[in-house]
């Protein structure tokens, strides 16, 4: 099992900047794959960004040349920097690992989850 935590949301102004870390515990050498994503109310969760074991990433159109995802593996921890916060940033923002299930899938694991509001 894997176990999820996010940590480093809150309330910022638009424009500035927040941090976003998720450390893994349990079976840390199964995580191939993680990523960030996020729930406004209402709405459906949505993909921020993926990183892969190797460190390659991506991001959706909506925060490209804002945010940057990282991964420091010695730690077992991923990041989400956070910049030019905008209103429609607002969301619940999940961390995502996922785990060879031996049968040709990958089984996904999810954090609790870390409010993030953007407002002045």
């Known amino acids: 099992q894997v176990q999820l935590v996010e940590s480093g949301g809150g309330l910022v102004q638009p424009g500035g900047s927040l941090r976003l870390s998720c450390a893994a515990s349990?079976?840390?050498?199964?995580?191939?794959?993680m990523g960030w994503y996020r729930q406004a109310p209402g709405k459906q969760r949505e993909l921020v960004a993926p990183?892969?074991?190797?460190?390659?990433?991506n991001y959706a159109d909506f925060v490209k040349g804002r945010f940057t995802i990282s991964r420091d593996n010695a730690k077992n921890t991923v990041y989400l920097q956070m910049n030019s916060l905008k209103p429609e940033d607002t969301a619940v923002y999940y961390c995502?690992?996922?785990?060879?299930?031996?049968?040709?899938?990958?089984?996904?694991?999810w954090g609790q989850g870390t409010q993030v509001t953007v407002s002045s």
């Open positions: 349990g079976s840390i050498f199964s995580i191939r794959d």
């Open positions: 995502n690992a996922k785990v060879p299930t031996g049968w040709g899938r990958r089984r996904d694991y």
């Open positions: 990183i892969t074991s190797g460190g390659s990433t």
